[in-house]
C-alpha cells in the first residue's frame, strides 16, 4: 500500500528521532505504517532548533540509535557534543539507511484523530483537508515541540527581524554588526548568548530568572578517538543503561559528608572542567537529594560564577537565589558568562525593569525604549503536554485529551491513555523520557510497543487499551517520585509550569522521575506478565 492510500494498519505522528525508530520497528513485524511529519523533511527537534550554538549536552555517542552495529560504525561524530546540522545529518542518514524516506509524509499538520468505537479505527484529520484511517495510532511528538511566545504586548509590531529559538529561520541570519535582543535564559537562551554575543555589535539578554549553568567543555572527536568509541559502543552503551538518567554520568556512590573537604574541592573542580553533565549527574550521591549538600555545591558553583564574570553586580544577577543547583534543568554553557565581560553586553533583569511592551523599533521596560534590529525569543514550550493539546485527540464517547488531562497528564505507564485505545504515547508525557537521555529512553517505549504489537498480532487482538485504575495505579507512582525530590520546590518544566500558556503556571507530574532503570524494569515486568493493566479485545 502506497502513503497516499487512506487506510494503514498504523500511524505515526513525527518524524524524529522517536517515529523514525517506530517506522522501522512496525515494518519490521510486516505492518503498513506511515509517518506524519509537519516538518519538510525528518529530524523533529533536529529539524526545527536551528538557532546558533543548537547543540547535544549528552555525548554525541551516547545520543546515537543503539541498535544498529552497522549504523554505529558508518557514523562518524567530528564532536564530543555535536551541533544542531550534523543531527540533522545523522537522522536523514539513519532514515536513508533504513530505508524509511518512502514511508514518511511530510508537510503534513494533524489537525485532529477521532477514534471510531464501533470500528475500532483511528481517522487522523490533516489540515490539508485529508483524513486517513488506522488501527494503530502511534505519537512520537516530542516533549518540546510546542513553543511558546511571552504574554508581551506588542509581539507582532517588530519591524526588524524576530523568531523564537524553535523556529529559528531555515537560512543564515546575519549578527554581525546587528543590535540583538534575547528573551529568556534557559538552555537555549545560554546555547544562543555564547554563540553570537562574539558576533553582534550589541546584545542585550533579558532575563527573569537566572539557571544554574555549568561548562559543556566540548572538543572535536580525531579520527583514532573515533575508532575508539566504534570500538567500544558496547560499553558506552552498558554504561547508559547503567545510569538513573541514562547517560554517561552517573552519581558518586558517596554522601558528600563522607569525603573530606579538600578532597570534594578537588573532585568538584575535576567535574567543573569536565564535558558534559558530570556536574550535574555524576555528583555525589545526595546533591540533589539532601538540602544541605544541595546548598554547599551550590555556593562552589555560585563562586565559579563570580570568578568568571568581572562585574560582581552583574554576577550576583546571573547567580540563581530562588533553587539549588541541578534542581531544574541544568544549561550547559559554552563561553556563556565570558559573553558578560564583553563591553557590548549587557544583562536587563526584568525583575527591576520589567519589559512592558514589544514596539516597532524594539523593547520598551519601564527604563524606556531600547531600538534593536533583532529580537530573540528563546522563551521555552508548553513542554510535555502542549504537542498533545494541539492535535485535538477524541477518544471513545466523545471524551478529549485536552479535557482529560486538564489537571493533571493521566496515563499508565506513560504509553497509554484510558478511554484512547489503540493510542501509544511513545516516550510520552509521565515516561521517564525527557528526564533522562532521550534515545536511549525512546529506543525503551519503541521496543515495548514494538513487542506488544507483535503480541497483538500473534493473539490475533484488535484493540488494547488501558483501565482508569491502572492510569490512578502509575499516577500515584509518578506523584510519589516527585514527592522525593528538590525538583518540586522550583518551577521549571520539569514541573509541569509555563507563565505563558492558560492554567499552566503550577506544579504538575508530567514526568516519571523514577530513573531509567527502574522504568525499563517496570515495562519489562508489565509485558513478562501479560500486560497487566491493559485490557485486549
Ligand atoms: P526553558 O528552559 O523553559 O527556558 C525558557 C526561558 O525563557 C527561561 O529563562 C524563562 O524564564 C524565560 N521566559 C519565558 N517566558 C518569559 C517571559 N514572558 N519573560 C521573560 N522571560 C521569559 O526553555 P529552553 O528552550 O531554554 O529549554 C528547553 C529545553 O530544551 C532544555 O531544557 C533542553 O532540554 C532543550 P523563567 O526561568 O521561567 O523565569
Redesign the pocket.
Not at 55 to 60: G, V
Not at 227 to 246: E, H, L, Q, V
Given at each position: 500500500m502506497t502513503t497516499a492510500e487512506a487506510h494503514h494498519d498504523a500511524i505515526i505522528i513525527g518524524a524524529g528521532i522517536c517515529g523514525t525508530y517506530m517506522l522501522h520497528k512496525l515494518r519490521l513485524l510486516g505492518m503498513d505504517a506511515t509517518v506524519l511529519e509537519r516538518g519538510e523533511g525528518p529530524g523533529g527537534t533536529w529539524y526545527w532548533n536551528r538557532y546558533p550554538g543548537a547543540r547535544f549536552d549528552s555525548e554525541s555517542y551516547s545520543y546515537g540509535f543503539s541498535f544498529s552495529d552497522e549504523i554505529l560504525q558508518e557514523w562518524d561524530w567530528s564532536e564530543h557534543f555535536a551541533a544542531q546540522p550534523e543531527t540533522l545529518r545523522y537522522v536523514n542518514f539513519v532514515v536513508d539507511k533504513l530505508g524509511l524516506r518512502q514511508h514518511m509524509q511530510f508537510d503534513c499538520n494533524v489537525a485532529s484523530a477521532r477514534f471510531d468505537d464501533g470500528g475500532n479505527r483511528w481517522h487522523v484529520s490533516l489540515t490539508d483537508g485529508r483524513t486517513l484511517t488506522c488501527t494503530f495510532l502511534f505519537t512520537a511528538i516530542g516533549m518540546?515541540s510546542a513553543a511558546t511566545m511571552?504574554?508581551?504586548d506588542g509581539v507582532e509590531s517588530f519591524q526588524g527581524q524576530s523568531f523564537h529559538?524553535y523556529y529559528a529561520p531555515q537560512q543564515p541570519v546575519e549578527w554581525e554588526g546587528k543590535r540583538v535582543a534575547v528573551?529568556?535564559?534557559?538552555?537555549?537562551?545560554v546555547q544562543v548568548i555564547g554563540a553570537i554575543a562574539p558576533k553582534v555589535a550589541e546584545l542585550a539578554v533579558?532575563q527573569?530568572?537566572p539557571?544554574w549553568c555549568a561548562p559543556l567543555n566540548n572538543g572535536p572527536i580525531s579520527a583514532t578517538e573515533m575508532a575508539d568509541i566504534k570500538a567500544s559502543y558496547d560499553d558506552i552503551f552498558a554504561k547508559c543503561r547503567s545510569t538513573p538518567n541514562g547517560f554517561l554520568h552517573g552519581p558518586v556512590r558517596k554522601d558528600l559528608a563522607e569525603v573530606p573537604q579538600a578532597e570534594r574541592q578537588a573532585f568538584w573542580n575535576a567535574l567543573y572542567a569536565s564535558p558534559g553533565f558530570g556536574v550535574w549527574l555524576g555528583n555525589y550521591r545526595d546533591v540533589l537529594i539532601n538540602p544541605e549538600a544541595n546548598a554547599e555545591f551550590s555556593a562552589f558553583i555560585a563562586d565559579k560564577i563570580r570568578s568568571r564574570v568581572h562585574d560582581p553586580e552583574v554576577a550576583e544577577k546571573l547567580i540563581p537565589k530562588d533553587h539549588g543547583f541541578g534542581t531544574r534543568?541544568v544549561p550547559m554553557e559554552t563561553r556563556y558568562y565570558e559573553a558578560y565581560n564583553l563591553p557590548h553586553v549587557q544583562l536587563v533583569d526584568?525583575n527591576d525593569t520589567p519589559?512592558e511592551r514589544i514596539t516597532p523599533e524594539g523593547i520598551e521596560t519601564s527604563d524606556g525604549v531600547r531600538a534593536f534590529d533583532i529580537i530573540v525569543y528563546?522563551?521555552?514550550?508548553d513542554a510535555i503536554t502542549g504537542a498533545f493539546d494541539r492535535i485535538g485527540f477524541e477518544g471513545k464517547d466523545g471524551a478529549t485529551l485536552r479535557e482529560h488531562w486538564r489537571d493533571e497528564p493521566m496515563t499508565y505507564l506513560g504509553v497509554q491513555v484510558a478511554g484512547f485505545p489503540n493510542l501509544f504515547t511513545l516516550a510520552g508525557p509521565q515516561a521517564a523520557s525527557v528526564a533522562t537521555n532521550f534515545p536511549p529512553a525512546i529506543e525503551t517505549a519503541v521496543e515495548w510497543a514494538a513487542d506488544l504489537v507483535a503480541y497483538v498480532k500473534e493473539h490475533n487482538i484488535e484493540r488494547v487499551e488501558t483501565t482508569p485504575a491502572a492510569e490512578q495505579e502509575w499516577f500515584d507512582e509518578v506523584k510519589s517520585v516527585y514527592d522525593m525530590s528538590l525538583l518540586t520546590q522550583t518551577r521549571?518544566?520539569f514541573t509541569g509550569y509555563n507563565?505563558?500558556v492558560d492554567d499552566r503556571n503550577r506544579l504538575r507530574h508530567v514526568i516519571y522521575l523514577g530513573g531509567a532503570p527502574a522504568y525499563r524494569e517496570r515495562l519489562a515486568k508489565v509485558a513478562q506478565e501479560g500486560y497487566p493493566g491493559f485490557v485486549f479485545h
Amino acid at each position: 500500500m502506497t502513503t497516499a492510500e487512506a487506510h494503514h494498519d498504523a500511524i505515526i505522528i513525527g518524524a524524529g528521532i522517536c517515529g523514525t525508530y517506530m517506522l522501522h520497528k512496525l515494518r519490521l513485524l510486516g505492518m503498513d505504517a506511515t509517518v506524519l511529519e509537519r516538518g519538510e523533511g525528518p529530524g523533529g527537534t533536529w529539524y526545527w532548533n536551528r538557532y546558533p550554538g543548537a547543540r547535544f549536552d549528552s555525548e554525541s555517542y551516547s545520543y546515537g540509535f543503539s541498535f544498529s552495529d552497522e549504523i554505529l560504525q558508518e557514523w562518524d561524530w567530528s564532536e564530543h557534543f555535536a551541533a544542531q546540522p550534523e543531527t540533522l545529518r545523522y537522522v536523514n542518514f539513519v532514515v536513508d539507511k533504513l530505508g524509511l524516506r518512502q514511508h514518511m509524509q511530510f508537510d503534513c499538520n494533524v489537525a485532529s484523530a477521532r477514534f471510531d468505537d464501533g470500528g475500532n479505527r483511528w481517522h487522523v484529520s490533516l489540515t490539508d483537508g485529508r483524513t486517513l484511517t488506522c488501527t494503530f495510532l502511534f505519537t512520537a511528538i516530542g516533549m518540546l515541540s510546542a513553543a511558546t511566545m511571552p504574554r508581551i504586548d506588542g509581539v507582532e509590531s517588530f519591524q526588524g527581524q524576530s523568531f523564537h529559538t524553535y523556529y529559528a529561520p531555515q537560512q543564515p541570519v546575519e549578527w554581525e554588526g546587528k543590535r540583538v535582543a534575547v528573551i529568556g535564559t534557559g538552555a537555549t537562551g545560554v546555547q544562543v548568548i555564547g554563540a553570537i554575543a562574539p558576533k553582534v555589535a550589541e546584545l542585550a539578554v533579558y532575563q527573569r530568572r537566572p539557571n544554574w549553568c555549568a561548562p559543556l567543555n566540548n572538543g572535536p572527536i580525531s579520527a583514532t578517538e573515533m575508532a575508539d568509541i566504534k570500538a567500544s559502543y558496547d560499553d558506552i552503551f552498558a554504561k547508559c543503561r547503567s545510569t538513573p538518567n541514562g547517560f554517561l554520568h552517573g552519581p558518586v556512590r558517596k554522601d558528600l559528608a563522607e569525603v573530606p573537604q579538600a578532597e570534594r574541592q578537588a573532585f568538584w573542580n575535576a567535574l567543573y572542567a569536565s564535558p558534559g553533565f558530570g556536574v550535574w549527574l555524576g555528583n555525589y550521591r545526595d546533591v540533589l537529594i539532601n538540602p544541605e549538600a544541595n546548598a554547599e555545591f551550590s555556593a562552589f558553583i555560585a563562586d565559579k560564577i563570580r570568578s568568571r564574570v568581572h562585574d560582581p553586580e552583574v554576577a550576583e544577577k546571573l547567580i540563581p537565589k530562588d533553587h539549588g543547583f541541578g534542581t531544574r534543568r541544568v544549561p550547559m554553557e559554552t563561553r556563556y558568562y565570558e559573553a558578560y565581560n564583553l563591553p557590548h553586553v549587557q544583562l536587563v533583569d526584568v525583575n527591576d525593569t520589567p519589559i512592558e511592551r514589544i514596539t516597532p523599533e524594539g523593547i520598551e521596560t519601564s527604563d524606556g525604549v531600547r531600538a534593536f534590529d533583532i529580537i530573540v525569543y528563546a522563551t521555552g514550550f508548553d513542554a510535555i503536554t502542549g504537542a498533545f493539546d494541539r492535535i485535538g485527540f477524541e477518544g471513545k464517547d466523545g471524551a478529549t485529551l485536552r479535557e482529560h488531562w486538564r489537571d493533571e497528564p493521566m496515563t499508565y505507564l506513560g504509553v497509554q491513555v484510558a478511554g484512547f485505545p489503540n493510542l501509544f504515547t511513545l516516550a510520552g508525557p509521565q515516561a521517564a523520557s525527557v528526564a533522562t537521555n532521550f534515545p536511549p529512553a525512546i529506543e525503551t517505549a519503541v521496543e515495548w510497543a514494538a513487542d506488544l504489537v507483535a503480541y497483538v498480532k500473534e493473539h490475533n487482538i484488535e484493540r488494547v487499551e488501558t483501565t482508569p485504575a491502572a492510569e490512578q495505579e502509575w499516577f500515584d507512582e509518578v506523584k510519589s517520585v516527585y514527592d522525593m525530590s528538590l525538583l518540586t520546590q522550583t518551577r521549571s518544566w520539569f514541573t509541569g509550569y509555563n507563565s505563558n500558556v492558560d492554567d499552566r503556571n503550577r506544579l504538575r507530574h508530567v514526568i516519571y522521575l523514577g530513573g531509567a532503570p527502574a522504568y525499563r524494569e517496570r515495562l519489562a515486568k508489565v509485558a513478562q506478565e501479560g500486560y497487566p493493566g491493559f485490557v485486549f479485545h
